[in-house]
């Protein structure tokens, strides 16, 4: 593990750089200690695969932490003080989020391509992305996109060598061994098989982000 600053107003403690559901759940369970836990100046707390970001104002920080030399030294006595009474399992309540797709079988994306560059059909390459729950490492890149895993490796894809310059909301993709939910449209270079109609960002709703980390998905195929 190791923690270092970001620029003047962050910080990041860093537990691993792997994909691990274990490093990812110590990840989630620290941003959400700080969530229901904030101190003074902070902003907010992200998790990400593997590390979780305290973003804060650093003039608040040092304000209240005084006897610190740095507003980062400050954070990271938080952080500390956190760690020893952190539970990894104290993550949030994960949920079971069923997501129903349209698969790309018009050949509009690359639904064909990624089955035929792994040697399958359509309908086993369906059949082998639709047979895994997956889990919801971290939101990033757009406002509710999901980074989920993990793919099986008999329909793992790289990403595209030239990236669309449009990619339609509710694209659902595969990049590597990850696969994602496009929330807004976007340019784009993940491998899109599939179009879901579930609103992945409703900035007005309560909760704007309609997956959250932690969460188990199971798509399921819809005509």
């Not at 792997?18 to 969530?35: G, P, Y």
């Not at 932490?65 to 994960?94: H, K, Q, R, W």
Request: with cysteine; aromatic share 10%.
């Amino acid at each position: 593990m190791r923690i270092f600053s970001l620029g003047e107003t962050a910080l990041t403690v860093e537990f691993g750089t792997a994909i691990s559901e274990h490093l990812n759940q110590k990840a989630i369970a620290l941003a959400e200690h700080f969530r229901l836990n904030p101190f003074r100046g902070l902003i907010e707390s992200v998790p990400a695969y593997a590390s979780a970001t305290l973003f804060y104002d650093p003039i608040l920080v040092r304000s209240e932490f005084g006897e610190f030399t740095s507003s980062f030294d400050a954070v990271s006595s938080l952080v500390a003080n956190a760690l020893e009474i952190l539970d990894p399992n104290n993550g949030g309540n994960s949920r079971m989020v069923e997501i129903p797709v349209r698969f790309d079988t018009d050949g509009e994306f690359d639904l064909a391509f990624v089955a035929m560059s792994n040697g399958l059909s359509m309908v086993e390459a369906i059949g082998i992305f639709t047979s895994v729950i997956y889990r919801v490492y971290m939101l990033g890149f757009l406002p509710g996109f999901s980074y989920m895993g993990t793919v099986d490796d008999r329909i793992a894809m790289l990403r595209k060598k030239t990236p669309r310059t449009h990619v339609p909301a509710g694209s659902v993709g595969i990049a590597g061994r990850q696969t994602g939910i496009y929330s807004l449209a976007s340019p784009g270079g993940w491998q899109i098989i599939g179009q879901t109609a579930v609103a992945m960002f409703s900035p007005n709703a309560d909760s704007p982000c309609y997956l959250r980390p932690g969460d188990n998905v199971k798509f399921i195929a819809i005509k």
